[in-house]
């Protein structure tokens, strides 16, 4: 045709390049945050908590974790996630050792019947504890009355719960009378 250039156009298939890194909008770990978290679960905060008062939604720093520890679904571990995992699990350890060291010099007989209880596979100061079968079956651990009554008595002489005064003039208990 006269007058008509025809332009040949060759089309090809383009590579689609995914992204790599953190999604838009999403927060990095960074060293001023991950020492926030473990100063607050050092203190006694749970973990999910000390990630909220650090500015870090709980899935978020849930997400972190199962990278940390290569339980993601989809996402990969990274040698700076695994290092704020295995902090994060020494914190805890740290922050629950130092609290059962309190209750045991305060109250040593209730830490060896309560906190160092047998558990299946580990032998602690309680009677042993058979393993459970595979189906995950098994009686659940249920407190003896005098347990239970230690138990009240401990958290009402810590100062952890107050029980109302009695209010029964008859009554011979020592719970909200005037002399004890």
Known sequence: ???????????????????????????????E???????????????????EAAGIDARTFRDWIARGEGRHPTRSRTPKLRTFAAAVREAKAQARAA????????????????????VAGRDGWTEPVEALDEGGGGATYQPTKAELAETLRILVASGAIEL??????????THGSDDG
């Open 164 to 173: 109302e005064p009695c209010g029964d003039p008859e009554c011979r208990c």
């Open 99 to 118: 609290r059962e060291i309190v209750v045991a010099d305060k109250d040593p007989k209730f830490w060896l019947s309560h906190a160092a209880r047998s």
């Open 33 to 51: 945050i991950e020492r926030t978290i473990l100063a607050y679960i050092g203190a006694g905060a749970f973990d999910f908590v000390a990630a």
């Open 1 to 31: 045709m006269v007058g008509r250039r025809y332009v040949r156009v060759t089309l090809s298939v383009m590579t689609l390049r995914t992204r790599r890194g953190r999604p838009d909008g999403s927060v990095a770990l960074t060293p």
